[in-house]
């Protein structure tokens, strides 16, 4: 079945015939009118390549660094909570196949599998997504875990001040953090073939349950989505300092927060709307990304998340300014529609689509690859 999967939406489709409804809905979806969900995509349909010609193109190199570490594409796989949710395999499935891509996996505070075990089942390179709780104690432990266990950054989300209004989940009856209704669960009896593969637990707060060690058992689950919303850039300069490495801000939009973010000690920035799961309405990370790249003005690796579904999408973000790209979606679907060997295909199709457009665009490698590319209107 995967093999017939050509491109991310085949995955996508596989995706939705294996999950039952609101799963997939909780991985497709986005907050409210999902304007800005599918403004992400779009966006990038709406900016147009300009090729060259004769570049001597026969071999095309995709390696680059990004955020400290060396990765065989411009690309990582974002942060993504509860990947149980769509394969038993979960996270220990998405870390390997990144490993064997050889892109980096930033592992989400919200995992079904905790930092220790996925440290275990891979050697690849490896980032930390922290959401920051208001219990710094918590913040602390898990920084600690993160470093002990060989996460090579840091990352922390800054769009989820609040968890957006996500309305497919509420008529689901899902809720963040994840609890099914007894009408939701109704509806997973309809799909055997998941339910069997969840019989061992979702893994659900996988990073929390020991926090605190055994003294502090339940202090976790207690504080476990206490979110801090008055984290502030002094509260950011502090995680970075604790840190004292690569330093990895995730949800910038606007260019004064690249600016503020760099003074509090970011390294990297990655431009992200949360793949439009957040603020409907938000602009699309590509949209933003030309002002934010001014303003950076090389100082840190800028990563752009959101909507990437082609190779040209990973073409364009980097001939506007970014270093790389970010995927969530993308590798979700293949996980869903296949575990281990669908998230393979996911990063594989990727890899491919975007060696064809450099090769297609006149770009051998990504240094060839900058605003020239992108056509813009003649001034009159
Ligand atoms: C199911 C799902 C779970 C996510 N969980 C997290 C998370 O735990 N932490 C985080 O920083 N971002 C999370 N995100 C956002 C992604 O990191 C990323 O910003 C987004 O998926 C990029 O858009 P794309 O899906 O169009 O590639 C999640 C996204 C999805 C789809």
Redesign the pocket.
């Known amino acids: 079945m995967l093999a017939r999967c050509h491109n991310i939406e085949d995955l996508r489709r596989q995706a939705a015939r294996r999950l039952p409804t609101p799963i997939f809905d909780?991985?497709d979806g986005g907050a409210e009118d999902e304007a800005t969900l599918r403004n992400?995509r779009m966006a990038f349909d709406r900016e147009k390549l300009v090729p060259s010609c004769l570049r001597d193109v026969e071999t095309v190199d995709t390696a680059t660094t990004i955020f400290g570490q060396a990765s065989a594409l411009p690309l990582i796989c974002?942060?993504?909570?509860?990947s149980r949710l769509f394969h038993p395999a979960g996270e220990i499935a998405v870390a390997r196949a990144a490993a064997r891509a050889g892109v980096p996996y930033a592992l989400?505070?919200?995992s079904t599998r905790s930092i220790e075990e996925v440290a275990a089942a891979s050697d690849g390179a490896k980032i930390f997504?922290l959401?920051v709780y208001k219990d710094h104690g918590v913040n602390r432990e898990l920084i600690e875990r993160a470093r002990a266990a060989g996460y090579g950054a840091l990352c922390i989300?800054v769009d989820v001040a609040v968890v957006g209004k996500r309305e497919r989940d509420l008529r689901h009856g899902l809720s963040i953090p994840m609890r099914f209704t007894p009408a939701a669960v109704a509806r997973f009896a309809c799909s055997p073939r998941w339910l069997w593969g969840v019989r061992g637990g979702l893994g659900l707060g996988a990073n929390l349950k020991t926090i605190g060690g055994a003294a502090g058992r339940g202090r976790g689950a207690s504080t476990s989505w206490q979110l801090d919303p008055s984290l502030d850039w002094d509260g950011l300069a502090d995680l970075a300092a604790l840190w004292n490495g690569p330093f990895v801000v995730?949800g910038i939009m606007a260019a004064d927060d690249a600016r503020h973010a760099l003074d509090a000690g970011a390294t990297g920035i990655i431009i992200?709307n949360?793949?439009?799961?957040q603020l409907d309405g938000a602009a699309a990370p590509i949209e933003v990304l030309p002002a934010i790249a001014q303003a950076v003005a090389g100082r840190a690796d800028i990563v752009l998340?959101?909507?990437?579904r082609r190779g040209t999408h990973i073409l364009k973000a980097i001939a506007l300014g970014a270093k790389g790209v970010?995927?969530?979606?993308?590798y979700?679907y293949g996980l869903a529609a296949g575990g281990e060997a669908g998230v393979d295909r996911a990063l594989a199709i990727l890899h491919k689509e975007l060696a064809v457009a450099m090769q297609l665009a006149g770009c051998p490698d990504l240094g060839a690859i900058d605003e020239r590319l992108i056509l813009r209107a003649s001034p009159a």
């Open positions: 909780f991985l992400n974002a942060p993504t909570g509860a989400s505070t919200g997504q959401y989300t995730k992200s949360h793949g439009g799961r998340d959101g909507g990437v970010a995927i969530g979606r993308p979700l």
